[in-house]
């Protein structure tokens, strides 16, 4: 018998992982508040047969090995401090927690408790990171262009005190820039509502991240351009698609459930907390 997966969260966690643990085989079972949601997009309709409703939360978590927490910061922040997670494997979104503090109180919860988590950075799963790295081995300046189209100002982006642009959108080359250069007395910042640019004192590698009116991405090095898309996850789908990233949760899913490591999984995430200090310096509020 498959093990079960607990989703608590409508948006990411219907369209992103119910799938991906969906075609991995597993046994979904989630809100029933999602219920008419999932049943109105054709694209999840191939998973039908892998899902059950709950419509009690805490009997979710009960029935689960394993519970992925797909929900805005705040909320995923209040559901890790209010259930016991002992002997559960947790999936996380990013960033944990909605401010540096708490982010920081999470972690510290994390580690006291010695829970078994991961935190869904898709990046090392795309097909331009394992290239990017090798170029960089090879000497060569790294650079990233990142432009996201927005029309509609949300938590995601407007959010200044707790580093919006980053937290959502930045966030995801952390181990991107960890790999490149660690030390983060060589991470120069500017930031403003709508530019974030990540660069090196040593000129090793520029991010440069956007709001703007289109959707673009691209990694180029001094040779030209490594890699080109519309987001760093590969081309956006249409209605009635799977999202681009549930191919990348499936290889995070499969990674992490044989070779999950708490203790760099936790080194990350205090990393992380220092970037979002440097750049929380950079704002004024």
């Known amino acids: ?45 191939d998973h039908l047969k892998n899902i059950e409703f709950e419509e009690l939360e805490f009997e979710i978590l009960r029935k689960s090995e394993i519970i992925v927490i797909a929900r805005r910061p705040v909320d995923q922040s209040n559901v890790l401090n209010q259930y016991n997670f002992k002997d559960k494997i947790l999936f996380l979104e990013k960033p944990l927690a909605p401010t540096i503090e708490h982010h920081l109180s999470l972690v510290n919860l994390l580690s006291i408790q010695k829970l078994k988590f991961s935190v869904g950075y898709l990046a090392p799963y795309t097909e331009w990171y394992s290239k990017s790295l090798e170029l960089f081995q090879q000497k060569y300046k790294i650079v990233v262009n990142w432009e996201i189209q927005t029309g509609v100002e949300n938590w995601k982006t407007n959010d200044f005190s707790d580093n919006g642009l980053f937290s959502f959108y930045g966030i ?48 180029s090095t001094q040779s030209g351009v490594i890699y080109s898309a519309k987001s760093p996850f590969g081309e956006l789908g249409s209605i009635g698609q799977l999202d681009s990233r549930v191919a990348l949760l499936e290889k995070y899913i499969c990674h992490e459930l044989k070779h999950q490591n708490v203790r760099v999984n936790l080194e990350m995430e205090k990393f992380i907390i220092e970037i979002r200090k440097l750049i929380n310096s950079k704002i004024i509020l």
Request: charged share 20%; proline share 2%; hydrophobic share 40%.
């Open 1 to 45: 018998m498959s093990k079960t997966i607990g989703i608590l969260g409508g948006g990411f966690g219907t369209y992103g992982y119910l799938p991906a643990f969906s075609k991995l085989g597993f046994r979904i079972l989630t809100n029933s508040n999602y219920k008419q949601a999932i049943w109105n997009r054709a694209e999840l309709q």
């Open 172 to 219: 995801h080359f952390s181990k991107f820039i960890f790999e490149l250069d660690k030390n983060l007395s060589n991470l120069l910042i500017e930031y403003n509502p709508r530019h974030l640019n990540l660069y090196s004192s040593r000129d090793i590698f520029e991010i440069k991240i956007s709001l703007g009116n289109r959707s673009f991405f691209e990694i």
